[in-house]
């Protein structure tokens, strides 16, 4: 490719308008080649040491195809590519919970998941906690029935920690349930409603 800022190194008859539109046109035809790409998924081998893009997550019980660059989060991409954003982001570094959902069951920090690491696995957010008819999770009864928070920005973290705990331990004592869910944190210091909450949707699970 001509070099635009130098004029002796440009073909002859070319004005520096002509280089610039050939660089142009070169910017385009990488485009279209990542498009390219991205439409034959499973069709092609991806180059040596290049991580695939455009990729299948399983979010809710869903097959979502999202576009996912490769250091991105699992936050990220639930909140800001698939619009799931009852998933909060507080810290964005592993210390308050608020970002947690469920993969494969165990309750995970999103906010400090690589989103290609989590392919092939299932995801679960507060959005896919209700059954279709449209019935709560006993766990998000619970809340509704102690309102166990303050300002609830730490809420659906706190839900889907005690979701993916109950699992373990269906019927905790309070305080195995506060230690359960200690990696948590609510900025409103509401604590002991949160635990009164929760511990109320382990019995209502229990019921159910
Ligand atoms: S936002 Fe992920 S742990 Fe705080
Ligand atoms: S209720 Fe406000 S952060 Fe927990």
């Known amino acids: 490719m001509a070099d635009a800022s130098n004029p002796e190194a440009m073909p002859k008859g070319w004005s520096r308008r002509d280089v610039i539109k050939g660089v142009i046109a070169g910017g385009a035809v990488s485009s279209a080649g990542y498009l390219f790409r991205a439409s034959t998924v499973g069709a092609q081998t991806s ?8 990729i299948t997550l399983n979010v809710n019980g869903q097959q979502r195809r999202v576009d996912v660059m490769k250091q991105e989060t699992l936050a990220t991409t639930l909140r800001y590519k698939l619009g799931l954003t009852g998933t909060k982001l507080g810290c964005d570094r592993s210390e308050c919970g608020a970002c947690t959902v469920l993969i494969d069951d165990v309750p995970h920090y999103s906010c400090s998941i690589l989103t290609h690491t989590a392919r092939g696995k299932k995801i679960q957010t507060i959005e896919g906690l209700a059954a279709a008819d449209g019935a709560l999770h006993p766990v998000q009864q619970g809340v509704i029935e102690e309102q166990g928070f303050q300002c609830a920005f730490c809420m659906s ?8 705990y109950l699992k373990v331990n269906p019927n905790p004592t309070r305080a195995e349930l506060a230690h359960g869910i200690s990696g948590n944190l609510c900025r409103c210091q509401d604590y002991d409603k949160i635990l009164t909450a929760m511990m109320r949707g382990a ?6």
Request: proline content about 5%; aromatic content about 4%; cysteine-free.
């Open 47 to 54: 180059a040596p040491g290049s991580v695939e893009r455009l």
């Open 157 to 164: 973290g706190f839900v889907m920690a005690t979701v993916g």
């Open 203 to 208: 019995e209502l699970a229990r019921k159910a």
